[in-house]
Each structure stands twice: as structure tokens, then as C-alpha cells.
């Protein structure tokens, strides 16, 4: 397999804050920043209650919001996120913390990762705890004030945002041929970013890098997941392992796990 991304570096966090509404499609990346924050700001005042019901402090919803854009792809508890927006003096429980959270999904905000449930040959315990993503990353960046200078400044948050980038492109992907996306994490500590299952059973994982420095620590993670976690007598060999990049090339390495950068999914 061989391919070229079109997309630099620069072009990959333009994207990433302008956000996939086709509205934005052809507005500058700033100009869709503050479209997203206008759409933010309409949310907390007024979209939250009109459409669920929900009773709601627009403050409180602020700072849970930017708190989730910090814990973007992670798996932070809901008591971390209510310890979170209550650093700032206004506290809030984990049950009003839940019932906003609950909201957002409802307005179609949070798209959360669920867990895979799978069936394991080796003693490790499966994780619960679905990850937290907006339906669309720009969100997050919208919500902390990030635009495209800020992002491609900071590649520790950015890995984070291009995770979620490629998550939301992958879910998209899947659900056309009716399939669907989870994450993994067991208690020895491996995580797999994106489990892709499809309605056949088929199945594939998908390690996210942004750059090219961590690509033999993801291939040995997949590897990992196939060899020694999964019970593949129940559940099957994966139909691909893949670490999706910003980089430039794709290509397979010797173990025949595919690097593919994001820019090439469709291709």
C-alpha cells in the first residue's frame, strides 16, 4: 500500500478548527472559530433548555463544556469533570455534572466513544468508561479559544483534537456499511484508540498518532491487542490493523500493520 497525503501540518489544524459543517467549507479558518463560538454561545443560553428541557447554569455548562475540550479523547471520570468546574468556586455535583453531560448528547454537542466489549483469552479486565468526544472536534477548540496558530503550536492538545478528528471520520465511514466504534483498554494498561466492528462480525483497530515519532509504540499495541489479548477462536484475526497519522506517506510496515494518514482514508 502506497499513497500520498495533500495536507500539511498546517492545513491539518485549519481543518481541525474550522470543523466539518458544510456551512464552513469555504469560510476562513477564523471565521469559522467564531462561528463555533457563536454556536457555543447560543447553546449555553438557550439551546440547552429550548430543546431538553433541562434546567441549567449557562456558567456552570460553560466550564463543563471547556472542561471536556481539555479531557478531549480521554477517559476522565465524571467526578474529575465536576472537580474541574468547580476550581473556580462555583461548585457543581456529579449528578448536575451527568444531567448536563446527558443534555449535550441530546443535542447532538458530545458523541462519546463507548468501550469495546469483546471476548479476552489472557487474565486482563476490560475497562468501562466510554471516552469523551464532541460530535465535531472544532468544538473543542471553539470552546478553549483555540484557532489554527494556537493548535499547530501545541502538539500535545492538537493529538488530542486529531484523534478526535480521525474518530469522527472513521464513525462516519463505518456507519455507511453499518458498522460501528469503540475504544479499548484493558487494567495491564494497553489501549487502542478506535475498534471499527462491522455487522458481519468483521473487525478491525486503529492506533492514532499525529506525528511519526510514536508509530513503532502504536504497531507494537495492535500487535499486542491481536496476539496476546483478544480470544481470536471467538471473535476472529482483525481484517486490518492501522495507525492513522498526520503524515505525509502511507505505507505497511513488515508486520502488515498499515499507516495511513488521515488525508488518505477516502483515497
Known amino acids: 500500500m502506497s499513497a500520498k497525503s495533500a495536507m500539511t501540518y498546517r492545513e491539518l489544524a485549519e481543518t481541525a478548527v474550522t470543523g466539518g459543517w458544510p456551512a464552513l467549507l469555504d469560510v476562513s479558518p477564523r471565521q469559522a472559530v467564531s462561528f463555533n463560538r457563536s454556536y457555543l454561545d447560543d447553546l449555553y443560553s438557550s439551546a440547552i433548555p429550548l430543546a431538553t428541557g433541562v434546567r441549567h447554569d449557562p456558567v456552570r455548562m460553560r466550564r463543563l463544556v471547556e472542561s471536556v475540550a481539555r479531557n478531549i479523547s480521554s477517559e476522565t471520570t465524571i467526578e474529575g469533570l465536576a472537580k474541574d468546574v468547580s476550581a473556580d468556586g462555583g461548585a457543581i455535583d456529579t449528578g448536575t455534572a451527568r444531567r448536563y453531560l446527558d443534555a449535550l448528547s441530546r443535542v447532538f454537542v458530545l458523541d462519546e466513544l463507548p468501550a469495546w466489549s469483546v471476548a479476552l483469552r489472557s487474565k486482563s479486565r476490560l475497562r468501562s468508561s466510554a471516552k469523551l468526544h464532541f460530535a465535531d472536534p472544532a468544538l473543542a477548540c471553539a470552546a478553549l479559544g483555540v484557532n489554527a496558530d494556537r493548535l499547530a503550536n501545541d502538539p500535545g492538545f492538537f493529538g488530542q483534537v486529531f484523534e478526535s478528528m480521525v474518530t469522527r471520520d472513521l464513525r462516519s465511514l463505518a456507519q455507511a456499511r453499518f458498522g460501528r466504534a469503540y475504544h479499548y483498554r484493558d487494567n495491564t494498561g494497553l489501549e487502542i484508540d478506535i475498534i471499527l466492528e462491522f455487522e458481519d462480525r468483521t473487525w478491525g483497530a486503529i492506533e492514532v498518532k499525529l ?52 488525508a488518505c482514508l477516502a483515497a
Open 211 to 262: 506525528g511519526s515519532s510514536r508509530i513503532s509504540e502504536a504497531e507494537k499495541s495492535l500487535l499486542t491487542l491481536r496476539n496476546a489479548r483478544i480470544d481470536l477462536e471467538r471473535v476472529g484475526s482483525p481484517a486490518f490493523l492501522a495507525i492513522i497519522t498526520g503524515t505525509e506517506y502511507a505505507y505497511t510496515l513488515e508486520s502488515g500493520v498499515h499507516v495511513v494518514p488521515l
